[in-house]
């Protein structure tokens, strides 16, 4: 689709944030004929986080945009299971089992997802300018203002500048603030070659695998990358009354080794055998976002992507996933739309993602509440039905975002078109966000 028709003449496209959803969106872009520089503002990017979901969702826009040899470099660091496993909390008897394409699609770390996407963006030609923090923005001009005050205009600019966005707070007109969900998790992400040793667990460790204890109010999550040689485990357990007051958005918060291991008191002994033994971990409590209003500024010229719209909880396993079907659609409204419509294609592009956001992000918060319900009031002896704890994600992966904009293009066109000649944009959901005062923020 890239550079013929009669809308090509070229965008240019500020983005903020190196993130996946960022790098995504820059590929998006640049594939679609549009010129794109992304402004990232950390100096350099370390491996962090555990483990992430890609789901074909996702690795089908990614193939089409940096090409076979992206698809291979992304689908090779997922873990290679072809199954994975659904277990009673304190014996680990296999409740359900569901192909691992069917669930989150790879599981990889994120940073060489990462590594791997900033590569693609280099390999595109496009330049990522590090240390380079935007602080400010001019949203009718549009321009961004940097740390060091100089100024940069674009076409558009896009806020791929995640779970703390400051462009966020633009198209908002004010802060807002993360709810806890009620649920937190402990995480951790190590070298797991020491644990091939243990006769206990060896058997989540020496070959690739994916396996989820669930329990009543809690579950852990278990994988292995790289074959065995890294290990990761997540614990999520729901939050009582007084620790839910304690809201600290933040991925780096040390764990508490002794609570992680009074919570597995009664866990399966093989996965308790390796939590044991794991050195540090992470306490994460899980914010909530209200879905936003708007995702596109007043001016119609700054809009957001990825974390700093549409944050997905863990479980839902589309964080990354729905970021890069984000990108594919406002990168082919732009197209369509062409460069003197671009608050046409920013508003389509707002509304073509919503709906299909939420329910992805609802889907995670589905599957945890089936987790943490299905043992209540139920004796060892009975049978549970299979389908009443897997995963329920195969829907998505079917989809192809930029077809599906091309489909829609005409009819939301209008609609949009129409609501830009009276100024009035109908919200996209009347849900009002969490506001805070600046100073709070
Ligand atoms: C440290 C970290 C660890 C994570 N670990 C996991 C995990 O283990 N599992 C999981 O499922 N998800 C994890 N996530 C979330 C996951 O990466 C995201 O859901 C997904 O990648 C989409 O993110 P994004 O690109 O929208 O935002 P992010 O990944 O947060 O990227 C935003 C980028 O914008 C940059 N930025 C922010 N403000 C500015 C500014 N003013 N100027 C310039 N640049 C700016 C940031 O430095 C960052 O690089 C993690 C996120 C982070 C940040």
Not at 36 to 48: A, D, M, P, S, W
Not at 295 to 315: F, Q
Request: glycine content about 8%; overall charge negative; charged content about 30%.
């Amino acid at each position: 689709m890239a550079d013929s028709g009669p809308n090509s003449q070229r965008i240019k496209v500020i983005v903020i944030g190196a993130g996946l959803g960022g790098c995504a969106c820059a590929i998006a872009l640049k594939h679609h004929g549009h010129d794109v520089i992304v402004y990232e503002k950390l100096r350099q990017f370390r491996r962090l986080g555990d483990s992430l979901g890609y789901g074909e969702n996702a690795l089908k826009l990614l193939e089409r945009w940096g090409g076979p040899g992206l698809y291979k470099t992304l689908t090779s660091i997922g873990n290679q299971a072809p199954d994975m496993q659904i277990r009673r909390w304190h014996d680990g008897k296999i409740l359900a089992q569901q192909p691992l394409m069917d669930m989150a699609g790879y599981i990889g770390h994120r940073g060489d997802y990462h590594e791997a996407l900033l590569q693609a963006v280099r390999d595109a030609g496009i330049e990522i300018v590090m240390g380079r923090e935007v602080v400010a923005f001019d949203e009718d001009k549009p321009s961004v203002t940097f740390a060091d005050g100089t100024e940069e205009l674009a076409d558009l600019i896009v806020g791929a500048d995640g779970i703390k966005s400051i462009a966020r707070e633009l198209v908002l007109g004010f802060a807002d603030a993360p709810k806890s969900s009620g649920y937190s998790c402990y995480r951790a992400y190590f070298p797991g070659a020491f644990l091939k040793e243990d006769p206990l667990c060896r058997e989540f460790v020496d070959h690739d695998c994916v396996n989820i204890w669930i329990g009543e109010d809690t579950h852990l999550v278990q994988n292995t990358l790289r074959n065995g040689d890294e290990f990761n485990w997540i614990v999520t357990r729901k939050l009582s009354a007084e620790k839910d007051m304690e809201i600290k958005e933040s991925w780096f918060q040390e764990g508490n080794m002794d609570d992680v291991r009074a919570l597995i008191r009664t866990l399966d002994p093989r996965i308790a055998a390796a939590v044991d033994k794991t050195p540090s971990c992470l306490d994460w409590k899980i914010c909530y976002r209200d879905p936003l209003p708007y995702w596109v500024s007043r001016s119609h010229k700054i809009a957001l992507l990825g974390d700093s719209c549409h944050p997905h909880l863990p479980t839902s396993a589309q964080g990354a996933s729905q970021a890069a079907e984000s990108a594919a659609v406002l990168s082919v409204c732009l197209k369509l739309a062409g460069k003197g419509n671009v608050p046409l294609a920013t508003r389509c592009y707002e509304k073509l993602r919503f709906d299909r956001v939420r329910l992805s992000q609802t889907n995670g918060e589905d599957v945890r509440d089936r987790w943490h319900n299905a043992l209540k009031e139920v004796d060892d002896g009975v049978e549970i039905d299979p389908d009443s704890v897997k995963i329920r994600n195969r829907w998505l992966y079917a989809y192809d975002a930029e077809a599906n904009t091309m489909e829609r293009w005409e009819e939301m066109s209008k609609k949009v078109a129409e609501e830009l000649r009276t100024g009035e944009i109908t919200p996209l959901c009347d849900v009002k966000p969490n506001k805070v005062e600046r100073a709070a923020a």
